[in-house]
């Protein structure tokens, strides 16, 4: 499916990918949050295929780029950094808290993956 897919596109610029993968990523979050049935169903497919698109082109990129030996250090790098950015994320849950809806957050989620998307600066 999604990596069949991934395989067939050969992106020049992953900028292009990003801006597009992630307005779909962030258009499914939100269709989860929202919380109709079929938003809940269809929302995190989207966010599968959207990410299966981007890592699969975005680890080819880095493999290619990196050599061998630095590419370890990165890969910690990279999993402690997600691990720092999820401290500022953690407020979110508040947000269903505070309004009572559950899918409040992941709606808060999905609207800042996708000013993510559109606030991308176009490289000259």
Request: aromatic content about 4%.
């Amino acid at each position: 499916g999604c990596t069949a897919l991934s395989r067939r596109l050969h992106p020049v610029k992953l900028r292009p990918l990003y801006r597009l993968c992630a307005l779909v990523c962030g258009g499914g979050v939100l269709l989860a949050g929202a919380g109709p049935a079929w938003g809940c169903l269809v929302g995190p497919m989207l966010v599968q295929a959207s990410l299966s698109v981007w890592f699969l082109h975005a680890m080819q990129r880095f493999n290619d780029a990196i050599p061998s030996d630095r590419r370890a250090t990165l890969i910690s790098v990279d999993s402690m950094a997600y691990s720092v950015l999820m401290i500022p994320a953690s407020p979110l849950v508040l947000i269903a808290d505070v309004t009572g809806l559950a899918g409040a957050g992941l709606c808060a989620l999905g609207g800042l993956v996708l000013l993510s998307a559109l606030a991308l600066p176009r490289r000259k």
